[in-house]
């Protein structure tokens, strides 16, 4: 009984091992698409920093790999801009790791962003797109 037990928990535990060891590193929609979604409250930020608005991607460009795109608009401006999205390194442990280079925010003229409009498209063609206004996103 003991070894029935036994086998069967060393078994549970090697096939979640290996599921997660496959899935771990975040690279497709289908990985990162559950965690966007529960945190789109969290895909940008604005703060006033030095006389500015400085409105980040940060959380999104931390989860990039499973996106093919990043667009936004503030205050409802057409067209919508594109962020470039610096590929991921799916060689490394941490291969969405945010590069010392890689830009992070962009440098508006304080108060002049009200509404942000952000749409990101996944590598499996789906897309969301989530308007903010200015005071959700407020970093105090």
């Known amino acids: 009984m003991f070894n029935t037990l036994l086998k069967t928990t060393l078994a549970s535990l090697l096939i979640c091992t290996t599921s997660a060891s496959a899935q771990g590193k975040f690279l497709t929609a289908a990985e990162v698409k559950p965690i966007l ?3 789109k409250a969290s895909w940008i930020a604005v703060r006033e920093y030095d006389g ?3 409105l980040y991607f940060s959380h999104l460009l931390a989860w990039r790999c499973g996106l093919s795109g990043l667009l936004y608009t503030i205050n409802d401006a057409e067209p919508m801009l594109n962020w470039a999205l610096t590929p991921c390194n799916e060689d490394s442990p941490t291969p969405a790791a945010i590069l010392e280079d ?3 925010y ?3 003229p304080l108060n002049s962003i009200q ?3 952000v ?3 996944y590598d499996d063609n789906t897309a969301d797109t989530v308007t903010y206004a200015r005071k959700s996103v407020l970093i105090p």
Do not use: E, P, S, V
Request: aromatic share 0%; proline share 0%; no cysteine.
């Open 37 to 39: 979604n529960a945190t």
């Open 52 to 54: 500015q608005d400085l």
């Open 102 to 104: 890689q830009a992070i």
């Open 106 to 108: 962009l440098a508006q």
């Open 115 to 117: 509404t942000i409009t």
């Open 119 to 121: 749409q990101i498209t």
